[in-house]
């Protein structure tokens, strides 16, 4: 048990760094929005992370006919907000408004994505191959009569 434990562990540290890096870069990039303290930082990133495990899917669902009319582009809306939320609710990550808020979570978005591109954190691992059990494979398509290139009828594959 405790190697999943360990897993869990390696896997939320991987994903709160990336969260991490891209907030900072959002921060450095976009003017509207900063931290007082690297902790201010290390807050809003899990907060932030959070807001989008537990939040955004939900905030999804009942906004669907939106992002499907809008061809997903309301996403960016609802990064924004859940971005203005979380400056909301930590004193030290401060966001000057929507727009810097809207172009944050664009820069957030694409960072991550980016990241979890080139390190692969965010892939799962290939479940390992069963030793000795043996694995149903289906039938392939036998044909009854071969071809002779002239139609002679229905030929039943199986």
């Not at 450095?28 to 007082?36: A, F, P, Q, S």
């Amino acid at each position: 048990m405790q190697m999943a434990d360990e897993g869990m562990t390696v896997r939320f540290l991987k994903r709160l760094t990336i969260m991490t890096v891209a907030v900072l870069m959002a921060a450095n990039v976009i003017t509207g929005i900063r931290y007082d303290s690297f902790l201010d930082l290390l807050l809003a990133s899990v907060l932030l992370g959070a807001l989008n495990a537990f939040l955004r899917p939900i905030l999804m669902a009942v906004s669907f006919s939106l992002v499907l009319f809008s061809l997903g582009l309301f996403m960016l809306v609802i990064n924004a907000g859940l971005l203005m939320l979380t400056a909301h609710l930590l004193k030290g990550f401060h966001v000057a408004g929507f727009w810097p808020a809207f172009w944050g979570g664009l820069v957030i978005s694409v960072t991550a994505a980016v990241l979890n591109m080139i390190t692969g954190w965010n892939r799962t691992e290939p479940k390992p191959k069963t030793a000795g059990r043996a694995t149903w494979t289906p039938p392939k398509a036998v044909r009854t009569k071969p071809y002779s290139g002239k139609d002679d009828g229905p030929v039943i594959d199986v």
